[in-house]
């Protein structure tokens, strides 16, 4: 059997051993130390901006505790864009809120900051409040377009948490994303440009409030000489030993970022003449992805192959790939979360749910999902490998069974 080709493996740098040594050298084996010190240091000054960046256990404890310092809470509501990971949407539950999900726009497969707008006009009308708060996501490390977002939501004075999860080095107009909202959230998943192994951050706009969050995050526990609590906590603190692999990572950080970006252009020069086969890329020079993972749309009509054909053949060639997220708005658990998408043009909207008697519309971000597959995209991945992933391509085009 031909040699596995993963999705997305973990690459270290050789230095993290030297960190997590010294967590054992001098007993810092617990949540805190100068690891978590350290990593947090070195992710605030890599995003610039005056941002202060906690390191907590994962990524969705960090858009938990955004959410919870925008007030977040029972019988609001947080507009979310539908095309992304659950992790994104269930802390929105976790408050007691309730999601209202947005459809991408085509060039950046993000939210769409036209669907956006008539979200929040939509929401204000029919409960006579704002939404709590806007979740813009950088999808598959591709940056949402900010400067619309930002726009808007300062004309309604609603806050942004971005997820940066996927999306650690993209820039947009020159800044980092997760630089832009109120808050962001990272994560260093064993999938992710880099890891603690599990665990993630939130970048905060103020030391106050990183302050606020090291405070939720460690159960909450008041200013006195016993265990008192004022405040309902989480065990959400990054540990000394993960912190010391993410230390480690900083050093080949921008090396993995290359390594993808390098990937995702040889990709796009190996499939540029297979017929049907399409690709994400930066819509203009403002974009400036990590290429996290590269992602191909398939026009079935024109290749003679589905998406699950191509996924199929790729398992059985021993070659790792993945769906597009399957979006929140078509996920049993939100069935009941209203869905703005596009209308009949693009001048008009639908709105609508999976109880609706006509049944829940996929949108653009539905469509995406039918036809997108993600190929394996790491820093591991070599060029004779994504030369063997091509040729699965261009055979399966040719009818090559």
Not at 270 to 295: A, R
Not at 347 to 374: I, M, P, R, S
């Amino acid at each position: 059997m031909n040699k596995k080709i993963w999705l997305s493996l973990a690459h270290m740098s050789g230095k993290e051993q030297q960190f997590i040594q010294e967590a054992f050298d001098t007993n810092w084996v617990v949540p805190l130390g100068p690891n978590v010190d350290g990593f947090e240091k070195d992710l605030s000054e890599y995003l610039g901006e005056n941002k202060h960046v906690v390191a907590l256990s994962a990524g969705t404890a960090a858009i938990h505790l955004g959410l919870l310092q925008l007030g977040v809470g029972p019988g609001d509501c947080v507009i979310c864009q539908s095309f992304t990971f659950s992790a994104t949407a269930n802390p929105i539950k976790y408050l007691g809120a309730e999601p209202v999900f947005v459809d991408s726009e085509k060039e950046t497969w993000n939210i769409s900051p036209t669907l956006l707008e008539r979200a929040i006009k939509d929401v204000i009308e029919n409960t006579g409040k704002k939404p709590k708060a806007i979740m813009p996501v950088h999808l598959y490390g591709m940056p949402a377009k900010m400067d619309e977002i930002m726009e808007i939501a300062g004309k309604y004075g609603i806050p942004v948490l971005e997820d940066a999860a996927e999306a650690l080095g993209s820039k947009y107009k020159g800044k980092y994303c997760g630089a832009y909202g109120d808050f962001a959230c990272l994560s260093f998943n064993g999938n992710k440009v880099i890891t603690t192994s599990g665990g993630g951050a939130l970048v905060c706009k103020t030391a106050e409030a990183a302050a606020k969050t090291k405070f939720y995050a460690t159960q909450s526990r008041d200013k006195a000489p016993h265990y008192q609590h004022s405040e309902i906590g989480y065990n959400y603190r990054m540990s000394n030993i993960c912190a010391g692999i993410g230390r480690g990572q900083m050093f080949v950080l921008d090396e993995h970022i290359r390594r993808r970006r390098e990937n995702n252009a040889l990709y796009k020069k190996l499939l540029k003449n297979i017929p049907g086969i399409s690709m994400l890329e930066n819509p203009s020079d403002d974009f400036e992805s990590n290429h996290w993972l590269t992602c191909i749309l398939i026009d079935s009509e024109k290749t003679g192959f589905t998406r699950e054909d191509l996924r199929i053949k790729m398992e059985e060639e021993n070659i790792e790939t993945r769906p597009l997220w399957k979006p929140m708005h078509l996920q049993p658990v939100f069935s009941g979360a209203p869905f703005f998408t596009y209308g009949d043009s693009d001048d008009t909207y639908t709105k609508c749910t999976q109880a609706d008697e006509n049944g829940v519309q996929l949108g653009l971000c539905g469509e995406l999902f039918e036809k997108g597959l993600c190929l394996p995209s790491g820093p591991l991945v070599s060029d004779v490998d994504i030369h063997r992933i091509v040729e699965v391509v261009s055979a399966m085009t040719k009818g090559v069974k």
